[in-house]
T-cell receptor, first 114, second 115 residues
Framework: KAGVTQTPRYLIKTRGQQVTLSCSPI?????VSWYQQTPGQGLQFLFE???????NKGNFPGRFSGRQFSNSRSEMNVSTLELGDSALYLC?????????????FGPGTRLTVT | AQSVTQPDIHITVSEGASLELRCNYS??????LFWYVQSPGQGLQLLLK??????LVQGIKGFEAEFKRSQSSFNLRKPSVHWSDAAEYFC?????????????FGKGTLLTVNP
């Protein structure tokens, strides 16, 4: 079956703009998590959604937000972009939330802020 | 708060040689431990995981890892490395308990394989 799909794969934005990234989970998966990956900070957890509800949130400013739709697709939004937001944003889906349910990662969206 | 340390930023081995990637964690309760691999331009793929039971865990692609509670370690091993194993490897710890789920990753170890 198809894996996790993230769109777009690459994005270039200017400081101060906002951006929306999309994630389509594996069919049947109801939980979606988002991570930010940078060379300096590594992989950091952003948030987790299950059944359209945010279950957990990492230590990121309020400029980072997300949502999940009834078909389990998820979007994350970053407003007022800063240079430091340049990163690879990874989405992962799983059948259920929590550590017992294996996460499957998408290829990521590479965001560059200039 | 949980944390993961991967002491080796970059390791180079020859093809056919054995491999051990180190991982140390900090977590107050019984940890849930994972190893992921990331190839260039790809997302992460789960190699293996430890929740409980046998401390020696077998994974995909011939990898194994051993949980040592006394050393707070979960080192990844492979007896004979193939060129296709060149990638970045991440150790992660997951907090237990429903709504408090959170996966914390180490900074990663980049593996280079020489022919």
């Amino acid at each position: 079956k198809a894996g996790v799909t993230q769109t777009p794969r690459y994005l270039i934005k200017t400081r101060g703009q906002q951006v929306t990234l999309s994630c389509s989970p594996i069919s049947g998966h109801r939980s979606v998590s988002w991570y930010q990956q940078t060379p300096g900070q590594g992989l950091q957890f952003l948030f987790e959604y299950f059944s359209e509800t945010q279950r957990n949130k990492g230590n990121f400013p309020g400029r980072f937000s997300g949502r999940q739709f009834s078909n389990s697709r998820s979007e994350m939004n970053v407003s007022t972009l800063e240079l430091g937001d340049s990163a690879l944003y990874l989405c992962a889906s799983s059948l259920l939330p929590g550590v017992y349910s294996e996460q499957y990662f998408g290829p990521g969206t590479r965001l560059t802020v200039t | 708060a949980q944390s993961v340390t991967q002491p080796d930023i970059h390791i180079t081995v020859s093809e056919g040689a054995s491999l051990e990637l180190r991982c140390n964690y900090s977590y107050g309760a019984t940890p849930y431990l994972f190893w992921y691999v990331q190839s260039p331009g790809q997302g992460l793929q789960l190699l293996l995981k430890y929740f409980s039971g046998d401390t020696l865990v077998q994974g995909i692609k011939g990898f194994e890892a051993e949980f040592k509670r006394s050393q707070s370690s979960f080192n990844l091993r492979k007896p004979s490395v193939h060129w296709s194993d060149a990638a970045e490897y991440f150790c992660a710890v997951g907090a237990s308990g429903g709504s408090n789920y959170k996966l914390t990753f180490g900074k990663g170890t980049l593996l280079t394989v020489n022919p």
